[in-house]
């Protein structure tokens, strides 16, 4: 069996970085067989809830509702999970992921405000209780992190969220990183070098080196 592995935390935060740095430690340990996704997306159905959650259709004449953006996001994870998270791990392939089911909890339950039981509820349902094997949270202010894509060409509809909104992912964030014992935190506020060794540290415990 493959392993899955898997990063969460604000924008900004490095994660993307991170998970290419994950990759080069695995294949200098002998395992060659790696795949990235991200979340929504990396699968033909997924990638199209991406675009419609990240970017809408028509402009504002149908805007997305906070429930609408919750169920496109658990319709994109199942098509990944179930095409191609499983299947890889069964053949012996490990999975860096960009996101996973904490990041409903903390944006749709945190910053949404939507029922977190209801989440809890859909999460059991539709993933049947799959979970990483270990969970980076790249914790890390919005401010700090806002500021590292502010030069970016266009923002989506998530990020263009207000300060009081990415406060509130945060701090669910947090309380899931305290409730869960395969979650490691790290301060995603340090240099990437420390970063990168915090990580490592945790994937040879995985490992077993």
């Known amino acids: 069996m493959g392993k899955f592995i898997v990063l969460e935390g604000l924008e900004g935060s490095g994660k993307t970085t991170v998970a290419l740095y994950i990759v080069k430690i695995l294949k200098s340990y002998g395992i060659k067989n790696v795949i990235l996704t991200r979340e929504p997306g990396s699968t033909p159905i997924s ?25 496109m996001f658990y319709a994109a994870r199942v098509q990944l999970l179930e095409n191609v998270i499983k299947p890889s791990l ?85 309380a899931l990183a305290s409730e869960n014992l395969n979650v490691v935190t790290i301060d995603a506020s340090q240099t990437l070098n420390q970063v990168n060794s915090d990580v490592q540290y945790y994937i040879k415990k995985l490992l077993k080196i």
């Open 47 to 71: 990638e199209i809830f991406r675009t419609l959650i990240k970017y809408g259709k028509d402009g504002d004449q149908d805007p997305i509702t906070s429930y609408a953006e919750l169920l």
């Open 90 to 174: 069964l053949k012996g392939i490990w999975i860096v992921g960009d996101r996973y089911d904490f990041s409903s909890y903390a944006y749709q339950g945190g910053g949404r405000r939507i029922d977190k039981y209801f989440i809890k509820n859909l999460s059991r349902v539709v993933l049947n209780n799959f979970r990483p094997d270990i969970t980076f949270y790249l914790d890390i202010s919005p401010k700090i992190g806002l500021s590292r894509i502010e030069n970016k060409r266009k923002l989506d509809h998530i990020e263009k969220e207000s300060m009081d909104f990415f406060n509130r992912v945060r701090l669910s964030y947090q």
